[in-house]
C-alpha cells in the first residue's frame, strides 16, 4: 500500500506518510518497535509524524513511559511539584496492591 497523503509538519514543511516511515527505518531499534505496534497505533504514530495529530500523552501507557518513576523520577517531581504548586521529589513507588 503506498502513503501518498500530506499535511503539514509543525514547523511549515509538508511531510508525507512514506517520508515519516522511511525516515523510522533509518533507526532499526524505532522501526522494529513501530512495527509491532497493532495497526491503530501505527496511524496514531505516522499521523503524528506527519503533523496531523499530536500523541494522546494523557492514555495510560504514554503517561507511564513518559513519567515512570523507576525510569524518570525527575520528570515525575518536576509534574507534581508544578501541579501541587511546591517543590517535591519522588523517592519510589508503592506496590500495585491488586
Known amino acids: 500500500m503506498e502513503q501518498t497523503q500530506t499535511s503539514t509538519h509543525w514547523n511549515g514543511s ?3 506518510e512514506k517520508d515519516v516511515v522511511q525516515e523510522w527505518k533509518a533507526n532499526p531499534s524505532l522501526y522494529r518497535r513501530f512495527s509491532q505496534m497493532e495497526q491503530e497505533w501505527k496511524q496514531q504514530f505516522i499521523d503524528f509524524g506527519c503533523g496531523k495529530k499530536t500523541l494522546p500523552l ?3 501507557p504514554f503517561f507511564k513511559q513518559i513519567f515512570h518513576p523507576d525510569i524518570h523520577p525527575e520528570r515525575l517531581s518536576q ?3 508544578a501541579l501541587l504548586g511546591i517543590k517535591t521529589e519522588v523517592k519510589g513507588i508503592l506496590p500495585d496492591s491488586t
Open 58 to 60: 494523557t492514555y495510560d
Open 79 to 81: 509534574l507534581i511539584s
Open 14 to 16: 509538508l511531510r508525507l
